[in-house]
Structures are given as structure tokens and as C-alpha cells.
Nanobody, 127 residues
């Protein structure tokens, strides 16, 4: 059974940093694209960032470019999201996602293209 477990969320002041981690188990994820979505109260889930299987390609939402960095460690079946210069509008539940379709260079941004989701971790940025 595939499991994605997020950690690292919490409360931080505006301008601060957090690092989210996602541990994957149940399969070998080294050939899958992985990434992060978020959902703020009263809003739908939105794409944040994703990385292809090798780590050579990444995509970011315009709202986080230059502030967030996605990375992965295939030996540990893990993906990370380093979040710097956090803003109150970054407050949301952050979900780790994985796309099991074998597309070496393609990085989906549509939530319907990700077939595995974690339970989410809360990130709250105070002003």
C-alpha cells in the first residue's frame, strides 16, 4: 500500500522559513514525479511545486517562485519543500503528491494527474 506522510509544518512569523518533508513508502518512487499542493481555508487545492524523477526538472507556481525550493532524495524515497520568506497568504494545508505515470521529463501541475496524496500538514504564517 502506497503511503505519503508529510512532516515539518507549523506556525511561523512572516519572513520566516519552514522545511516540509514527505516520506514515501510501499513502492519505489524513483521513477515518479512528486510534488506539493496546498489548500487554504475556503479555497480549492492549488499547485505549489513539483520535481521529476531525477530531480533535474522542477516547476513552481508563480506565487512561490524564488521563495520555495522543491528537492528529492530517491535513496530515501523522500521529497522536500524548503519555504523561505513566508507570507500570511502561504497559510494552508500542504499535501505531498506523487504521479505514478512514467513520464521522465513531464511534470504535472493539474491535481487530477497525481494519483497518490498524503494527509497534509498545516502551515500557518502569522503577520
Amino acid at each position: 500500500q502506497v503511503q505519503l506522510v508529510e512532516s515539518g509544518g507549523g506556525l511561523v512569523q512572516a519572513g520566516g522559513s519552514l522545511r516540509l518533508s514527505c516520506a514515501a513508502s510501499g513502492r519505489t518512487f524513483s521513477t515518479w514525479a512528486m510534488g506539493w499542493f496546498r489548500q487554504a481555508p475556503g479555497s480549492g487545492r492549488e499547485f505549489v511545486a513539483a520535481i521529476n524523477w531525477s530531480g533535474g526538472n522542477t516547476r513552481y507556481a508563480d506565487s512561490v517562485k524564488g521563495r520555495f525550493t522543491v528537492s528529492r532524495d530517491n535513496a530515501k524515497n523522500a521529497v522536500y519543500l524548503q519555504m523561505n520568506s513566508l507570507k500570511p497568504e502561504d497559510t494552508a494545508v500542504y499535501f505531498c503528491v506523487a504521479d505514478s505515470t512514467l513520464r521522465p521529463r513531464y511534470i504535472p501541475t493539474d491535481l487530477n494527474e497525481y494519483d497518490y496524496w498524503g494527509q497534509g500538514t498545516q502551515v500557518t504564517v502569522s503577520s
